[in-house]
């Protein structure tokens, strides 16, 4: 019903920056929230990031003050800008789309590296 296609992951230095969008596509009339998630090798995946579609955000402790998600309603499209990049932060990183009362949708994840 919902397709998210994720662009912009890719390798960089520490201190380095990049920005990953999220365009949806199909039934997104029921979407309330948008989020990024990231997982790295042997680690469970958690939120990064959320953005509800009044604009209010909620971040991880890890990345507040260094990432910024956004969104562009007219374009379906979510963002989430990173900066001040730690290897820490080598992850897939995965868009998602919530819903109220029912599952939401994942992006197939893209790769961020980070090196030091």
């Known amino acids: 019903q919902v397709q998210l296609v994720e662009s912009g992951g890719g390798l960089v230095q520490t201190g380095g920056s990049l920005r990953l969008s999220c365009g949806a596509s199909?039934?997104?009339?029921?979407?309330?929230?948008m989020g990024w998630y990231r997982q790295a090798p042997g680690k469970q995946r958690e939120l990064v990031a959320t953005?509800?579609?009044?604009?209010?955000?909620n971040y991880a402790d890890s990345v507040k003050g260094r990432f910024t998600i956004s969104r562009d309603n007219a374009k379906n499209t979510v963002y989430l800008e990173m900066n001040s990049l730690k290897p820490d932060d080598t992850a897939v990183y995965y868009c998602?789309?919530?819903?109220?009362?029912?599952?939401?949708?994942w992006g197939q994840g893209t790769q961020v590296t980070v090196s030091s």
């Open positions: 199909g039934r997104i009339s029921r979407i309330n929230a």
């Open positions: 953005i509800t579609t009044s604009g209010i955000t």
């Open positions: 998602r789309a919530s819903r109220q009362y029912l599952p939401g949708y």
